[in-house]
């Protein structure tokens, strides 16, 4: 191949020139930082006989691949291209920067941080750590991120780091958590420390964390239209109170409207239904008209404005979720035209060669192997030239996750096996894929449900219990075998199947030694019930659709832990060993922190309300606790004054903005999946398309050769195998060329991209 | 203007001629049912110069007119012309059965057959009757409703009579009512008497009950797929039932899971959140992991599955909207191509002359005056000619609404008057119309408020609240006579103020004769304070669509309060007198039906659980009743037999459908407006825009004179004194032409139809 003293059309991180980018211009996001061209007319560029200058050269190509690596990775991390390195030096901060072990030593930081909680006072019983202990670890942790700030601030540079908000934001709270930790130790006691509160953020900063703060960032966008019509919402609720004041204060029976106070108080917990129907009771039984007032009230606030709520953030949502999809799209291909412009030679500066393109990978997916490399170069270049058009190198996205393999010539993994052996097992995967198997397994199932409920009822269990795990037992080696372990183990159903029935057997084996502790997977049998509903169309979509979902949901959850983390802290820090049994006998609560030993006959029983369960004493115990936000209220209230109520209402209007955000959140990925299967009904019933993106790329013999030839030539010393492997392969089957097919699954990408297609066109062709 | 000699295109109701409509295609909805041009030529028509044929002509007119004006009616009311009347007989019938004295009737029959419930036993304690005396109502009402019955037999004909499913099944469960009814005046007892819960079906089916129709109609489209995703989690909360069971059953602390039955009850009352975390405090007491079971089972059945409930029924409610929009449209303009083509003569076969057109609004709209008929055909009449295209045809129903006046020449009310009233007018109109004036009312509103607050924790009001209230009556005679009664009632928001206003002075007249029974009038004032959101555009835009969304959710209420009676009827025959103060000392709910006098000191005190209240002694208690449905079920189910939950059950069901169809709707509405607003964002700003549709035609003097002429000749005797009075203004003032002006507020068809305008387009292009 040729190219060999190919000269970079640009150069890059040389002694006086700063990077790709202008040192001034922050923002270029927008595709323009790729016009500094006349620089290269100042760079001298060796000639082609030096020696020196040859490895000069290829120094420069080394550098230039890495750069665009980078663009690459920020393209794919949606970094903007403002925090790009831009010297050497800044560039080995930013390698050590971005790589998984900094990473994780970033989110062991965080955590270690944030489960300090459980160990200072007023700690978890059992994890209670001396003053000294947990400060010393606590300032070592400290340490860790101001270790970790200023590796940021070589990379970023100091006049970008002071302009990144969330940096500054960290080292504030740092240089506060710092003091503070140097007080603790210097009293030996811990003081009042709201500030803990804030620890969350170490944690969300960190790049693992990533989804987390995409989230805070909804969060805060869909906040000032929330915000408005939370206004709304107060608005109306403080009329209902004074009108509720005016009407039922009258009532001496009545303890909910008595004073202006208690009236907001009730009616705000009404919104949650939570004291529903009781504080109606008492007006209903002075006057049946007075429910008048708390339907109307009801009606307006829960039904109406409640779902106002919902619309302005599913709007919201709506709108933003496609925007930021487009602009990720026009970021990644920015990235890649910044990319492609490094890659390209001053001879040929519309091409990217193979050398050149097997050099970005070795920096990008330093992981892949020298075949892979290849293959993805050949699945982009559809063209069939020897060069990738800028055109052809906008799909690299789509292309790097693709696992390859060979096509294989035959059909079933058992083709290469004895005759004898391949019919048996062609039987076998003739009755596995057969409707007739799949209906009797679904009748077994239904059956074995039916047999649950009953034996449930009647408690007596074992003899169905094993045959009907043998059962599935045989259905899954039947499947494994007829199928081979590859095929059945990518389909999740499969795995679903696999491992309840592996369940399945561990609880026999625990029933049958009689282990307690192992009895809930016992427990878990019913589950195998949820096949049932791999019958509808329907069904599959939604179970699919809650796979999906999981990881974004996962995020949220960890978004609200963070949350309730934060309250939690600052309600231990104000409300600790406030509840206790018996505590609360003067508020209205005082059934439900009751604890007495009541005689009835001759036999003693500890009578309980059970809610001085729910305190503040610890961090576990306040996690629990913020569930039953209200009664808890109270409780507290009566025990200490009334300004702790605006604590729990606080938090009962951020965790109602979490949750509106989740619910918009479900409801706009499952309308969306709903209108994608009716755009592309044939698709998604289509098996083929749910094995995901698939593609294909043909090597020829020649090629092969060529290409190891030309491996071995420029990157002596790195392991070919893989590549040598193929050429061997092709020569023994005397093929003269082999197909390979590239598998990834489809993600939520994919999907938009399908769904948007059109705008996306419009999109690209503005730029 | 000529014509007087025209012959109908297509003569309707003739002898031997069955309508426009063949006798044998009932669903020619579509288009193709103007079709039998044919029949003409077999019509003898009568030669201009005979005197008899002459009126002949004229009542063949007549007839078409009345068609034409019932197609319309058809198309206005979504009509399907397979029950439109074919012959003079059924003609007659139509007519009888299509006006307000009977549609009145139909609605009071039903109303009286529900409100019989209030009577019967057992009875409203203050409204009982004799057994003879409400069975002989009831046997009235369903007389009547067979009369209804029989001229809708002889309006529809029995062959389409017998296909109409609603009717049939109302005539089935007439048939069953009339049977019991008399059974009753009988045996002089009433019996089980479960089907009155079909009662509601009488008030369902009356023509003003249509949009109650509607909702049912799509309650039942979205049933099937709301029907999968229950049985998603009816199956879910199974499994977590026996899980549960297995789990917590040996606890006997325990209540809620020690068996399957109350295991299932209590997970499904825990979807409601109404007994958590009762529910779950036993469990956490003994081990504090199992908060993990209930988090994990509230994540899937509460945030996940109830979501996708909504999301699958918001989905279908968004596709159906747009489809019965576009459904709706093609109809109506099919009904507009039926008309058009009756009014067209023999002779100019593609033109509607004003005769006709005047003709047809006689029918159509009996009330309208002779101006206004001709204005209407001005409007519509865009090319100048003097016929009606089919295509200006087809906006007479945008057309139809409008309310004409004449263009006033001058800009103000008061401009006729002396030139000192004129000029103190002037001054009031400048000062009310100006941005001070209106922040200085904020600001008294907002002082208001919080003056509100301060004097209800103070409890002294008069001297502000007079002094206030003075303020107010100042500004709304301001007002009033600065912009004149006609421009300040047009308004809304003025309308809101001022019955506020009168409201707040009827109050403190209420309040300085101490007349008790009008207290609630003076609670009202803080509503006042509503007005302080007319400062932010998002908030008018939400209490605009509120004020719109208005009507649907009312019948949306009267859907659920349909549901409601229904389950309130079940509920009484089979439970009344089941529930009383003390009845349920050995449920779990004991502590909420206990009445006992405690005795604290010296004073009695009488400790009320009120939930005794909530029984189904009678219809009115039933229905305060449900709103209480899970401590009600415990009451109930240990009185009585546990296959009572089935009921209670049930019931939550359905509320749970109507009530996500209303979320839904709400949702659907807020979002379809928030997009309508930003797709026409200047248009919804613009304050012109706000009062609604507004159309415009100039009426020369020339042709005001003609078109006197013209009635005068053809409508001998009817009342022309509007076009008199036309010309007479014309006349006195000397304008050779007036303009009138025509309005009409807008309605969601009207945003609909900007909505979808390209689409629309598509629709009518293919048709």
């Known amino acids: 191949m040729s190219g060999d003293d190919d000269v970079p059309l640009i150069l890059t991180w040389d002694d006086g020139n700063s990077g790709l980018l202008g040192e001034d211009d922050p923002d270029q996001a927008d595709g323009n930082g790729v016009g500094n061209y006349d620089n290269i007319n100042n760079v001298s560029i060796p000639g082609p006989s030096d020696s020196r200058a040859q490895s000069s050269l290829r120094h420069s190509w080394e550098m230039n691949y890495q750069e665009a690596a980078i663009y690459l990775q920020e393209g794919e991390n949606n970094d903007k291209f403002y925090t790009h390195p831009r010297s050497a030096l800044a560039l080995s901060a930013y390698l050590f920067v971005h790589n998984h072990l900094f990473y994780l030593m970033e989110l062991l930081t965080g955590v270690l941080l944030m489960i300090l909680s459980l160990a200072e006072a007023p700690a978890v019983p059992s994890l209670r750590l001396d003053v000294y202990v947990h400060a010393t670890l606590e300032?070592?942790?400290?340490?860790?991120?101001?270790?970790?700030?200023?590796?940021?601030?070589?990379?970023?540079?100091?006049?970008?780091?002071?302009?990144?908000?969330?940096?500054?934001?960290?080292?504030?709270?740092?240089?506060?958590?710092?003091?503070?930790?140097?007080?603790?130790?210097?009293?030996?006691?811990?003081?009042?420390?709201?500030?803990?509160?804030?620890?969350p953020i170490f944690l969300v900063d960190c790049r693992y964390c990533g989804a987390v703060r995409r989230n805070l960032r909804?969060?805060?966008?869909?906040?000032?239209?929330?915000?408005?019509?939370?206004?709304?919402?107060?608005?109306?609720?403080?009329?209902?109170?004074?009108?509720?004041?005016?009407?039922?204060?009258?009532?001496?029976?009545?303890?909910?409207?008595?004073?202006?106070?208690?009236?907001?108080?009730?009616?705000?917990?009404?919104?949650?239904?939570?004291?529903?129907?009781?504080?109606?009771?008492?007006?209903?039984?002075?006057?049946?008209?007075?429910?008048?007032?708390?339907?109307?009230?009801?009606?307006?606030?829960?039904?109406?404005?409640?779902?106002?709520?919902?619309?302005?953030?599913?709007?919201?949502?709506?709108?933003?979720?496609?925007?930021?999809?487009?602009?990720?799209?026009?970021?990644?291909?920015?990235?890649?035209?910044?990319?492609?412009?490094?890659?390209?030679?001053?001879?040929?500066?519309?091409?990217?060669?193979?050398?050149?393109f097997d050099g970005l990978l070795r920096f990008y997916r330093p992981r892949m192997s020298a075949r892979d490399r290849f293959l993805t170069f050949k699945a982009l270049n559809q063209s069939g030239t020897t060069m990738l058009s800028l055109e052809d190198f906008y799909k690299i996205y789509e292309v790097m996750g693709l696992k390859w393999r060979a096509r294989r010539s035959g059909e079933y993994w058992f083709d290469d096996l004895p005759h004898t052996a391949f019919l048996i097992f062609k039987g076998i995967n003739l009755v596995v894929k057969s409707k007739a198997f799949q209906y009797v397994m679904y009748i077994v199932v239904a059956v074995n449900g039916v047999w649950i409920l009953v034996e449930t009822n009647m408690l007596n269990s074992k003899p169905v219990c094993v045959c009907v795990c043998v059962f599935y037992g045989v259905e899954v080696l039947l499947k494994i075998t007829g199928l081979g372990p590859v095929a059945y183990f990518s389909s999740g159903w499969n795995l679903f199947d696999f491992s309840v029935t592996v369940f399945a057997f561990l609880g026999?084996?625990?029933?049958?030694?009689?282990?307690?502790?192992?009895?809930?997977?016992?427990?878990?049998?019913?589950?195998?019930?949820?096949?049932?509903?791999?019958?509808?169309?329907?069904?599959?979509?939604?179970?699919?659709?809650?796979?999906?979902?999981?990881?974004?949901?996962?995020?949220?959850?960890?978004?609200?832990?963070?949350?309730?983390?934060?309250?939690?802290?600052?309600g231990m820090e104000f409300f600790a060993d406030v509840i206790y049994p018996n505590c609360c006998n003067t508020s209205t609560v005082a059934d439900s922190y009751r604890q007495v030993n009541v005689t009835i006959g001759n036999r003693t029983v500890l009578?309980?309300?059970?809610?001085?369960?729910?305190?503040?004493?610890?961090?576990?115990?306040?996690?629990?606790?913020?569930?039953?936000?209200?009664?808890?209220?109270?409780?507290?209230?009566?025990?200490?004054?009334?300004?702790?109520?605006?604590?729990?209402?606080?938090?009962?209007?951020?965790?109602?903005?979490?949750?509106?955000?989740?619910?918009?959140?479900?409801?706009?990925?499952?309308?969306?999946?709903?209108?994608y299967s009716r755009k592309n009904r044939e698709s998604l019933d289509d098996p083929e398309d749910e094995k995901g993106i698939v593609m294909e790329a043909e090597v020829l013999q020649d090629e092969a050769l060529q290409t190891l030839d030309l491996y071995r030539h420029t990157?002596?010393?790195?392991?070919?195998?893989?590549?040598?492997?193929?050429?061997?392969?092709?020569?023994?089957?005397?093929?003269?060329?082999?197909?390979?097919l590239g598998r990834r699954s489809r993600t939520k990408s994919d999907l938009s991209m399908k769904m948007y297609q059109e705008e996306i066109q419009v999109c690209y062709e503005m730029m």
């Not at 970023?156 to 500054?168: A, D, E, S």
């Not at 949820?530 to 960890?558: C, H, W």
């Not at 605006?646 to 990925?669: C, E, G, K, R």
């Open 715 to 740: 990157l002596a010393g790195t392991n070919l195998s893989s590549l040598q492997e193929m050429c061997v392969t092709m020569e023994r089957n005397r093929h003269s060329s082999l197909v390979f």
């Open 139 to 199: 300032l070592f942790a400290l340490v860790m991120v101001a270790f970790e700030l200023c590796m940021k601030l070589r990379w970023l540079g100091f006049h970008t780091f002071i302009r990144h908000k969330r940096t500054m934001v960290k080292t504030c709270v740092l240089f506060i958590q710092f003091t503070e930790a140097i007080v603790v130790l210097v009293r030996q006691t811990s003081h009042l420390r709201v500030t803990r509160a804030l620890r």
């Open 218 to 356: 909804q969060i805060f966008q869909s906040l000032p239209s929330f915000i408005d019509i939370l206004l709304l919402l107060l608005f109306f609720m403080i009329i209902f109170a004074i009108l509720g004041f005016c009407l039922f204060s009258t009532n001496p029976a009545d303890p909910y409207f008595n004073t202006l106070e208690n009236s907001i108080v009730s009616l705000f917990v009404l919104l949650t239904t939570a004291n529903f129907p009781d504080v109606m009771m008492p007006a209903y039984a002075r006057n049946r008209c007075s429910c008048v007032f708390f339907i109307v009230y009801l009606s307006i606030e829960l039904y109406f404005i409640m779902n106002l709520l919902l619309a302005v953030v599913f709007d919201t949502f709506n709108g933003v979720e496609k925007v930021k999809f487009k602009s990720l799209l026009l970021h990644k291909r920015s990235a890649m035209r910044h990319a492609f412009q490094l890659l390209v030679s001053r001879q040929r500066p519309d091409g990217v060669s193979l050398k050149q």
């Open 607 to 675: 009578e309980e309300g059970y809610y001085y369960l729910n305190n503040f004493n610890n961090i576990l115990n306040s996690f629990g606790s913020l569930n039953v936000v209200f009664i808890l209220q109270e409780g507290v209230t009566s025990q200490t004054s009334h300004w702790s109520r605006l604590y729990f209402m606080t938090f009962y209007i951020v965790t109602m903005v979490v949750m509106t955000i989740i619910v918009a959140f479900i409801l706009d990925a499952f309308v969306f999946r709903m209108n």
């Open 508 to 570: 026999l084996i625990a029933l049958a030694f009689d282990m307690e502790p192992f009895y809930f997977i016992v427990v878990l049998r019913p589950l195998q019930l949820l096949r049932l509903f791999k019958i509808k169309q329907r069904y599959r979509n939604v179970l699919d659709t809650m796979f999906e979902l999981f990881p974004r949901m996962a995020s949220l959850g960890l978004t609200l832990i963070i949350f309730y983390y934060s309250f939690a802290i600052v």
